[in-house]
């Protein structure tokens, strides 16, 4: 590979146009995961399914262990029909954590157990000519939505009769456009452009004919909008799991929509400090854009890994996304700069051969955050034990 490589952006952008074609709301994931696999079988790379849909591949390396792993999400937000109405509009309750406001005037598809329906998502209130300032004081709420859809539908019977039944899945459209800009709007960036970068950065491994050092597993989960993620996902010896999500671009954050970025700590915590310096020593290397960012009101697939009890090197990838979980966008910039180093690392070597091990016996290779004596010079100064010791031997 050149020390510069150059993901395939044509491809980049086509997988993800195909995939946002796709609707995928947390439990209404099998199509999505059917297109990935393809992708997979296209380049070669072997997978397997679990139960419910995750997918599993693996890079074979030059050793087997210590295992990584690389997780993106294919589910996104959505809704689910929660009321069939006297009206005949419909009651939504969200798939996923996100606000009305950004479910509000959407065009939507309705999947019954028969076949779709199209239709609107309304506030309460949808006329101003009905309803003057009155549209503008309605609560910012599910309960202040509804969907109308765009069939005789004026009663609840009506709703039974066109087969509507509460738990029947709504995805909401894309509406992507690609600017000669290079940026990207669309609806569910989250998390298939992050998709789409990873395809990229395997397409880039396989053309180059380049083996991994170690045993990598791409893995693509369904669940990660609803908490659960990865947390079933590992069953091989990962020491390194690295998550790729979206970066929210917004006051007080530091990401941007040209770079990709490490985030150091999100809602569950700070991640690795040794894998996420790793990840910022190799975008420097090689001379890809990064910035560091936390992130406050935020979950991923590497948290669920950590929670479901692997004990493992967590870090996270994301991409720069302005106006996450509404009408987001991004820039080929961050998608490519993620690409660039997602298939950095992924030609890494591990961050420590000792995590080959699962437990170890002696502190010799144990890590250093930094060294003793760096991190113990301090403006804090405690009294020197000898003291302390002497005079509780004293008083008793």
């Known amino acids: 590979m050149p020390r ?26 099998d199509t999505i995961v059917r297109y990935v696999a393809e ?90 000519h009905a309803f003057n300032t009155q549209v503008d004081a309605l609560p910012v709420s599910w309960d202040h939505v509804e969907l109308r859809v765009d069939a005789y539908c004026s009663t609840r019977a009506d709703c039974e009769a066109l087969g509507i039944s509460v738990g029947d899945f709504v995805a909401f459209d894309p509406l992507p456009e690609f600017t000669e800009s290079g940026h990207i709007s669309a609806r569910h960036l989250d998390d ?34 609803v908490g659960s993620g990865a947390a079933a996902t590992l069953p091989w010896d990962v020491s390194e799991f690295v998550g790729v999500d979206i970066a929210p671009v917004a006051a007080g954050q530091q990401s941007s929509e040209h ?63 302005d106006a996450t979980h509404g009408y987001e966008r991004t820039h080929i910039d961050s998608l490519a700069a993620l690409a660039r180093l997602l298939a950095r690392y992924l030609l890494s070597p591990p961050v420590f051969a000792s995590d080959a091990q699962a437990t170890q016996d002696s502190l010799e290779s144990f890590s250093h955050q930094l060294e003793h004596d760096a991190q113990m010079e301090s403006e804090t100064r405690v009294p020197p034990v000898e003291s302390v010791v002497g005079q509780r031997d004293q008083e008793t």
């Open 192 to 225: 298939k452009a992050g998709v789409a970068a990873l395809l990229a950065a395997l397409k880039m491994l396989v053309d180059s004919g380049q083996e991994p050092l170690i045993d990598c597993h791409p893995i693509f989960t369904i669940t990660e909008e």
């Open 259 to 321: 770079t990709v970025t490490v985030a150091l700590q999100d809602s569950g915590g700070p991640y690795d400090y040794h894998l996420s310096r790793h990840l910022l020593k190799l975008a420097a290397q090689h001379e890809i854009p990064v910035r560091r960012d936390l992130f406050r009101y935020y979950h991923s697939d590497a948290q669920s890994a950590v929670t479901a009890g692997h004990d493992i090197r967590t870090a996270l990838l994301a991409f720069g996304c």
């Open 4 to 29: 510069h490589p150059e993901p395939d952006l044509d491809y980049l952008k086509r997988v993800l146009l195909e995939m946002l074609a796709i609707p995928s709301p947390t439990g209404f994931t």
């Open 39 to 128: 992708r997979l079988d296209e380049l070669g790379v072997p997978f397997e399914l679990t139960r419910r849909g995750n997918i599993r591949a693996t890079l074979k390396g030059r050793q087997s262990s210590p295992d990584r792993a690389v997780s993106a999400h294919l589910d996104t937000i959505g809704a689910i029909v929660r009321e069939l109405k006297d009206n005949g509009r419909l009651g939504l309750a969200p798939v996923g954590c996100w606000s009305s406001r950004f479910a509000e005037g959407s065009r939507v598809s309705l999947f019954t157990d028969d076949g779709v329906l199209r239709g609107s998502v309304l506030p309460l209130l949808a006329s101003g």
